[in-house]
């Protein structure tokens, strides 16, 4: 019979366990789902043998709070959880959020900030010799010196400043399973230094093998060039099969060390991973605080992917999954949804078929299996490569079983896709599939900007490319007789946006009809290519300088002249139009953006008294005959 894993040890004597294998500390409470990493980790180790026990969201003021179960006998396991610990509890703007999605009933407050150290030092405070493996995103893009935006500090490798003694970074099933198997065998956990995707401690650089050293700490912190110059060699050593050993020396006797990353999971070990007994919800003690918000989202979802070849400069991926994409097969994908449409809440909704990229069912290339990517070049950008494979026909064919499956009404894409992928496709199937049966009025796409040299930083397409997709997608749906929009992402203050770019983009918004409720402003996160921009001012890819906007006022002007209709951000508009010479754009005039003075009436918007003669969207219909007023399109999501 299935049962949760021992959160206590009452339960770890119930289940007739003496002693554990290990203990995993979580940030996150403990849900049995494949959705979340500790979920995956946890019942792969249990499929091998090993017993594990959970402590979640352990009081972190309280050492005794991580000893629950006694020391364990190989070791402890550590995640801070699905997200990063500081982007979980604070807002870009670094003000705290109120709720946390993943502790029950939503309560803030339950995690510490840069919970992976916090856990690993209070695990130290009472074990002293145990090992302490880490891993999760937090961990994994932070096994580096690295740049934190929360302290604007060049930060050491978390694996210093924890007090644990391995990383397992990206995806940890092939690690971690080794790192176990060793422990098993009596090897010590110092001793363990030569395992793939895992970051290492080592006192003498004797005995560092085949690596390329980086420079050091101090090199790193007097100099953000140097800085620059070593995260790229990093970035470009994601490969699973390119990349070398690094070395990052602190001192003369303590060197950081990465192993090259793990060899990606064929799709039958990707199968057997998510045929592991979970449970598919949260622990049951939760229930009496209303449960998990986060497991919402993902519940009646389907992770068909891992990895993604995108290469935004922005997200994380390439530093954590890796650019090779890794798949389940069809009959994985449709044994789970058989299994979900049983459980009783689900009312016919698949609300997600994807992973970090949905319309990513393959590696983009052939020779990925064998010789791994490009190291200096993507698949995408600046234009999809002459060798990529865009055909779309296994997820088409995917799609269409699962909607053939009794109950179910529909299923939905939101995980996002990449419309310069799907244009590179030159059948239609795939777009007309998608049209007819997976969009629900709305399909939102991430354009995030529409300026040259900007999306260039981004690594995102031209926005030409943008611009064919919304025509097809518009000549698609008035061929279906159907009527839905596309709700464009869209990110102000990227390095390379100046308020020039900013403006920019506000036109756009304004031919096109479109005021996002709310907008993402860039959030430079751990590890990735725009970060170090954030941090340098250098694009660590060409050497060339960033103009990067900083200020706070600076970017709350770029924020608002994206939502320039919105009466509160009347006087930020117009200090930005000034200061670049657009005061061409406060008029009456049809391509005006805000009217040359403000109404005293604070009850009128302004948007009824002016007159909206912006271009219609070019994927709305608009009926002369029953005079009919485009409406704004209004982008409503959660900010992140």
């Not at 352990?58 to 020391?71: A, N, Q």
């Given at each position: 019979?299935?049962q949760?894993?021992?959160?206590?040890r009452?339960d770890?004597?119930?289940?007739?366990?003496?002693?554990?294998d290990?203990?995993?500390v979580?940030?996150?409470a403990?849900?049995d789902?494949p959705?979340f990493?500790h979920?995956?980790?946890?019942?792969?180790?249990e499929s091998r043998g090993?017993?594990v026990g959970?402590?979640?969201?352990?009081?972190w003021?309280?050492?005794?709070s991580i000893?629950i179960?006694?020391?364990?006998?190989l070791?402890?396991?550590v995640?801070a959880?699905?997200?990063d610990?500081?982007?979980?509890?604070?807002s870009?703007?670094k003000?705290r959020?109120?709720t946390?999605a993943?502790?029950?009933?939503g309560?803030?407050?339950?995690?510490p900030?840069?919970?992976?150290?916090?856990?690993?030092?209070?695990?130290r405070?009472k074990?002293?010799?145990?090992?302490v493996?880490m891993g999760?995103?937090?961990a994994?893009l932070?096994?580096?010196?690295?740049y934190d935006?929360?302290?604007?500090k060049?930060?050491?490798s978390?694996?210093l400043?924890?007090?644990?003694?391995?990383?397992?970074?990206?995806?940890g099933?092939?690690?971690i399973?080794?790192i176990?198997?060793?422990?098993?065998?009596?090897?010590?956990?110092?001793?363990?230094?030569?395992?793939?995707?895992t970051v290492?401690?080592?006192k003498?650089?004797?005995?560092?093998y085949?690596?390329q050293?980086?420079?050091s700490?101090?090199?790193?912190?007097?100099?953000?060039?140097?800085y620059a110059k070593?995260f790229y060699?990093q970035?470009?050593n994601?490969?699973?099969f390119?990349?070398?050993?690094l070395?990052?020396?602190?001192?003369?006797?303590?060197y950081v060390?990465q192993?090259?990353?793990?060899k990606?999971?064929s799709?039958?070990?990707?199968?057997?991973?998510?045929?592991?007994p979970?449970?598919?919800?949260?622990?049951?003690s939760?229930?009496a605080?209303?449960g998990?918000?986060a497991?919402?989202?993902?519940r009646f979802?389907?992770?068909?992917?891992?990895?993604?070849?995108?290469?935004?400069?922005?997200?994380?991926l390439t530093f954590h999954q890796?650019r090779?994409?890794?798949?389940r097969?069809h009959?994985?994908?449709?044994?789970?949804?058989?299994q979900?449409?049983e459980?009783?809440?689900?009312?016919?909704y698949?609300?997600?078929?994807?992973?970090?990229t949905?319309?990513?069912r393959h590696p983009?290339?052939e020779k990925?299996?064998r010789?791994?990517?490009c190291a200096?070049?993507?698949?995408?950008?600046?234009a999809p490569c002459?060798n990529i494979?865009?055909?779309?026909?296994?997820?088409?064919?995917?799609?269409?079983?699962?909607?053939k499956?009794p109950k179910?009404?529909k299923v939905?894409?939101?995980?996002?896709i990449?419309f310069?992928?799907?244009l590179?496709?030159k059948?239609?199937?795939?777009?007309k599939?998608?049209?007819q049966?997976?969009?629900?009025?709305?399909?939102k796409?991430?354009?995030e900007?529409?300026?040259?040299?900007?999306?260039?930083l981004m690594?995102?397409?031209e926005?030409?490319?943008y611009?064919?997709?919304?025509?097809q997608f518009?000549k698609?749906n008035?061929r279906?007789?159907?009527d839905?929009?596309?709700?464009p992402?869209?990110m102000?203050?990227?390095?390379g946006s100046t308020?020039k770019?900013?403006?920019e983009?506000a036109?756009?918004?304004?031919?096109?009809?479109?005021?996002?409720?709310?907008v993402q402003?860039?959030?430079p996160?751990p590890?990735?290519?725009?970060t170090?921009?954030?941090y340098t001012?250098i694009?660590?890819r060409t050497?060339?300088s960033?103009?990067?906007?900083?200020?706070?006022?600076?970017k709350?002007?770029?924020r608002?002249?994206?939502?320039y209709?919105?009466?509160k951000h009347?006087?930020?508009v117009?200090?930005?139009?000034?200061?670049?010479?657009?005061?061409?754009?406060?008029?009456?005039g049809p391509?005006?953006?805000?009217r040359?003075?403000?109404?005293?009436d604070?009850?009128?918007?302004g948007r009824e008294?002016q007159?909206?003669t912006?271009k219609?969207?070019?994927y709305?219909?608009?009926?002369?005959?029953?005079?009919?007023?485009?409406?704004?399109?209004r982008n409503?999501h959660?900010?992140?």
């Amino acid at each position: 019979m299935k049962q949760f894993l021992p959160i206590s040890r009452a339960d770890m004597q119930a289940q007739g366990i003496e002693q554990l294998d290990f203990v995993y500390v979580i940030g996150d409470a403990y849900v049995d789902h494949p959705s979340f990493g500790h979920a995956i980790i946890s019942r792969l180790l249990e499929s091998r043998g090993y017993r594990v026990g959970i402590i979640s969201q352990p009081d972190w003021k309280d050492p005794e709070s991580i000893c629950i179960y006694g020391e364990p006998r190989l070791g402890f396991l550590v995640s801070a959880g699905n997200m990063d610990s500081m982007v979980n509890h604070y807002s870009v703007s670094k003000k705290r959020r109120r709720t946390d999605a993943y502790t029950p009933g939503g309560e803030m407050g339950k995690r510490p900030d840069h919970a992976c150290v916090v856990y690993g030092n209070l695990i130290r405070q009472k074990y002293k010799k145990t090992a302490v493996i880490m891993g999760g995103i937090e961990a994994s893009l932070r096994r580096m010196a690295h740049y934190d935006y929360w302290s604007d500090k060049l930060k050491r490798s978390i694996l210093l400043d924890s007090g644990a003694d391995i990383v397992s970074y990206g995806m940890g099933e092939r690690s971690i399973l080794e790192i176990a198997e060793a422990l098993e065998a009596g090897i010590p956990i110092e001793e363990i230094t030569y395992i793939d995707g895992t970051v290492v401690k080592i006192k003498e650089k004797e005995k560092i093998y085949d690596a390329q050293f980086l420079p050091s700490y101090e090199e790193l912190k007097a100099d953000r060039k140097m800085y620059a110059k070593s995260f790229y060699t990093q970035y470009l050593n994601t490969d699973a099969f390119s990349g070398k050993r690094l070395a990052e020396p602190y001192s003369e006797h303590l060197y950081v060390v990465q192993n090259p990353p793990s060899k990606p999971l064929s799709v039958t070990e990707m199968d057997d991973i998510y045929d592991l007994p979970y449970m598919r919800t949260y622990h049951p003690s939760y229930k009496a605080k209303g449960g998990i918000p986060a497991i919402s989202e993902i519940r009646f979802s389907l992770i068909s992917n891992r990895g993604c070849f995108g290469g935004c400069s922005f997200c994380a991926l390439t530093f954590h999954q890796g650019r090779i994409v890794q798949v389940r097969s069809h009959e994985s994908l449709i044994k789970e949804a058989e299994q979900m449409v049983e459980e009783k809440d689900f009312k016919g909704y698949i609300h997600d078929v994807g992973g970090p990229t949905a319309n990513f069912r393959h590696p983009s290339c052939e020779k990925q299996l064998r010789h791994g990517v490009c190291a200096t070049k993507q698949c995408l950008f600046p234009a999809p490569c002459k060798n990529i494979d865009a055909d779309h026909s296994d997820y088409v064919a995917l799609l269409r079983k699962l909607r053939k499956i009794p109950k179910v009404k529909k299923v939905f894409i939101r995980s996002g896709i990449r419309f310069d992928y799907l244009l590179a496709d030159k059948k239609n199937t795939f777009l007309k599939e998608l049209c007819q049966y997976h969009v629900s009025g709305q399909l939102k796409v991430a354009p995030e900007h529409i300026s040259a040299p900007v999306l260039s930083l981004m690594g995102k397409p031209e926005h030409r490319i943008y611009e064919e997709f919304t025509r097809q997608f518009k000549k698609m749906n008035e061929r279906l007789g159907m009527d839905q929009y596309l709700v464009p992402y869209l990110m102000s203050s990227h390095p390379g946006s100046t308020l020039k770019e900013a403006v920019e983009l506000a036109e756009y918004c304004r031919d096109l009809g479109y005021m996002p409720e709310q907008v993402q402003d860039f959030y430079p996160t751990p590890s990735t290519l725009s970060t170090c921009m954030y941090y340098t001012g250098i694009d660590p890819r060409t050497g060339q300088s960033v103009y990067v906007p900083k200020s706070p006022h600076e970017k709350a002007m770029q924020r608002a002249l994206i939502q320039y209709r919105d009466p509160k951000h009347y006087d930020l508009v117009l200090e930005a139009l000034r200061k670049t010479g657009r005061m061409d754009l406060v008029g009456y005039g049809p391509k005006c953006l805000i009217r040359p003075g403000r109404e005293k009436d604070s009850t009128n918007t302004g948007r009824e008294k002016q007159v909206n003669t912006s271009k219609k969207p070019a994927y709305k219909k608009i009926d002369k005959k029953t005079n009919y007023k485009k409406k704004t399109i209004r982008n409503v999501h959660r900010k992140k």
